[in-house]
């Protein structure tokens, strides 16, 4: 496609389930980041691809989140025993490389936990 | 732990007025810079990136300059519209690091 693609745009699951998130970059873009933002605040970095491998995995807030690449190009954000805190709109991200390259980003899934 | 301010806030000025939106870094240390605008329940929109090479870059009536000394960037809208009302985030990364880190905003409010 020609734009960094999301779904589901919204997403609502009651605590203690599990949910993914999916990601398909720009395609030829072989960087990928997953973002936070809540309500007023500006994107918090949470993990990064490069190709396939995790290249950063520090801003995972705790092991209940976990992504993936198989591939290189499609990223699946797992949550897993969600909880009301993790509600925020996740976004993904994708840029040609890490270093001197735009980050062009996704719309965004909405998640909410009730 | 690299830290980004963004003032001010919000900002809201009557349609065709020339402004100024300041980002600062805690860290210099600046890489790449690049500032998006973010409508109400939407995504990130790219408007400039300044790479490690440059210290200015232009889109129409967009001005974004950065100077690495200071770690402060300013993004300049000339004639402003009432189209132009977001938020406007800065971010920036360091050489080694790919992900960006990112102000809070300032909201800008344009008025007809």
């Known amino acids: 496609g020609a734009g960094v693609s999301q779904t589901p745009s919204n997403k609502v699951t009651e605590k203690g389930k599990y949910v993914e998130l999916r990601c398909d970059p720009i395609?030829?873009?072989?960087?990928l980041y997953w973002y936070r933002q809540s309500l007023g605040q500006g994107p918090e970095f949470l993990i990064y691809f490069q190709g396939t491998g995790a290249a950063d995995d520090s801003g995972l807030p705790n092991d209940r989140f976990f992504a993936v690449r198989p591939e290189g190009s499609v990223s699946t954000l797992k949550i897993q025993r969600t909880e009301r805190g993790d509600s925020a709109v996740y976004l993904c991200?994708?840029?040609?490389?890490?270093?001197?390259?735009?980050?062009?980003f996704g719309q965004g899934t909405r998640l909410t936990v009730v | 732990k690299q830290e980004v301010t963004q003032i001010p806030a919000a900002l809201s000025v009557p349609e065709g007025e020339n402004l100024v939106l300041n980002c600062s870094f805690t860290d210099s240390a600046i890489y790449n810079l690049q500032w998006f605008r973010q409508d109400p329940g939407k995504g990130l929109t790219s408007l400039l990136l300044i790479q490690s090479s440059q210290r200015e870059q232009t889109s129409g009536r967009l001005n974004a300059s950065l100077d690495k000394s200071s770690g402060r960037s300013t993004l300049y809208i000339a004639a402003s519209q009432p189209g132009d009302s977001a938020t406007y985030l800065c971010?920036?990364?360091?050489?080694?690091?790919?992900?960006?880190?990112f102000g809070k905003g300032t909201k800008l409010s344009v008025k007809p």
């Open positions: 971010a920036g990364n360091g050489g080694s690091q790919g992900n960006l880190i």
């Open positions: 395609s030829g873009h072989t960087a």
């Open positions: 991200a994708s840029s040609l490389g890490i270093a001197n390259t735009e980050a062009f």
